[in-house]
């Protein structure tokens, strides 16, 4: 079985796609609606898959259905043949969203921070990986965080796993119909974390989001 590429995608600061070090997302990046529709299905990846008639709405308002369909259909082709097919991941025939199993790193000074949808891998886990993948960033770091999503409810490790805080946050968004089938019934909330590059995390706010 051939495996996929590990694809990095960067859009804090200066906008950059990788694979393994090399910079081959120049042809998508050229296109400034295939990076927007790259950047904000990576985004939404935490909370599921999109629906193709709200992209195209999103992305294409000034066109009918049927030609904004087709215009999505082209930059999704251009996305799949740069990062690889089995990145974009369909449910049916009209969700679609990016394998929730792909990892996000930044480092901000001596801050280093990671997130994974974590599916496919256990926040336990996680230190080893960020530490092999990122063994740069790691020695430049001092304080290290990893997010993830998977749960659909808020734990947090009292004591620091491999020198990295791991982290799992509630979903913002209501839930689908697979998820209230499933029996998922965690609160929603959405948290605000500041990083400081000397310090790591020095404040944090939480709003709960009430449903009627």
Known sequence: ?????????R???????????D??????????????????????????YRRRDQIVALFWPELDQTHARTQLRKVLHALRSTIGSDTLVSRGEEEI??????????R???????ATHGHTIKLRE????????????????KFRYIHGFHIHHKEMTATEN????????????????????????????VSSITYHQEFGEVSRSRVAILDA
């Not at 990046?29 to 790259?38: C, G, N, S, Y």
């Open 1 to 9: 079985m051939q495996q996929q590429p590990f694809v990095e995608l």
């Open 11 to 21: 859009i804090l600061g200066h906008t950059e796609l990788s694979s393994h070090g």
């Open 23 to 48: 910079r081959t997302g120049s042809f998508v990046l050229r296109q400034p609606k295939r990076i927007a529709l790259l950047a904000y299905l990576a985004m939404a990846t935490a909370g599921g």
């Open 97 to 106: 969203r990016l394998d929730p199993s792909l990892f996000w790193w930044h």
């Open 108 to 114: 901000f000074g001596k801050c280093f921070l990671g």
């Open 126 to 141: 996680m230190p080893l990986l960020m530490a092999s993948r990122r063994a740069e960033d790691w020695g430049k770091s």
């Open 162 to 189: 491999k020198g990295v805080i791991t982290e799992s946050h509630q979903t913002p968004i209501p839930k689908d119909a697979w998820h209230f089938g499933a029996g998922y019934e965690a609160a929603r909330s």
